[in-house]
């Protein structure tokens, strides 16, 4: 029997990628607790730990092991990849500097929306987001919205498929035809808007930035309390002043 591809891994990996991953949910830990939280033996947690220091990529002080630097480095890596990442940044200061809003830059990686840039203005308000955070929540951000109604439709529903439209608000589409709707609109306008979809009382807007090819490399959006985003401000000025800056990122992509 052929294998299935989709189902094969390796347990080595799978496991080194486990004790990472709570490594860092339990911000260090020692080898009994490994043990505990992953449900192995002492031995083969320890044997991980130990193959994983060995490279570098843990530390060690006394008995507790937590994540080193050379994470820093590929984080650096994989944020600067893209010219986009690195080019987009300036934009994004000046943007939140001009509205005293919270800015982002996010991009859709295996479903997620990834944050790759944020700049906060004077009166920015926390969303909880940090750098590198993934959020199942495309369908309920602005800026996710405005990645999706750019995609092919057929990785559209392997998105919905894989993650789901989890219910977040009373505002949440949670509607697989709604949510499609939604998706035409955005084309028409050429901009998302979130009215406190994925958290209450926080509203956003987000334009899309694509390439000359038509590929969806990210969303920038503006975000802040609802208060405060209504009226002409939220329906006319900031879409317009968010579409002036992702049309000149697009430029810069087009003629880089």
């Not at 947690?45 to 994983?52: E, K, N």
């Not at 334009?207 to 609802?226: F, K, L, N, Q």
Request: hydrophobic share 35%.
């Amino acid at each position: 029997m052929e294998p299935d591809t989709e189902l094969d891994s390796i347990e080595a990996v799978d496991r080194s990628i486990q004790i990472l991953e709570t490594l860092r949910e339990l911000e260090g830990a020692g080898v009994t607790e490994i043990a505990e939280e992953l449900g192995w033996a002492k031995s083969t947690a320890f044997t991980h730990l130990r193959t994983l220091e060995n490279n570098e990529y843990l530390v060690r002080n006394g008995d507790e092991y937590d994540l080193s630097l050379r994470f820093l480095d590929f984080g650096e890596y994989v944020k600067d990849r893209r010219a986009v990442y690195s080019s987009i940044e300036p934009r994004l200061d000046e943007l939140a500097s001009k509205t005293g809003k919270r800015v982002q830059f996010i991009t859709n990686e295996h479903g997620y929306g990834v944050y790759v840039r944020i700049a906060e203005g004077n009166h920015s308000v926390n969303t909880g987001s940090t750098l590198g955070r993934r959020r199942t929540v495309l369908h309920a951000t602005a800026a996710g919205k405005s990645i999706l109604a750019y995609l092919p439709e057929s990785e559209v529903e392997e998105i919905l498929d894989r993650r789901g439209l989890p219910h977040l608000t009373q505002n949440t589409i949670t509607d697989r035809g709604e949510l499609y709707d939604e998706l035409a609109a955005i084309r028409d306008r050429g901009y998302a808007i979130n009215h406190e979809e994925h958290i209450q009382g926080l509203r956003a807007i987000a334009a899309p930035v694509r390439t000359p090819a038509d590929e969806v490399v990210g969303s920038i959006s503006i975000a802040d309390a609802a208060h405060r985003m209504k009226g002409e401000l939220f329906e006319e000025e900031l879409p317009e002043l968010l579409l002036g800056v992702a049309n000149e990122v697009e430029l810069e992509i087009a003629y880089s």
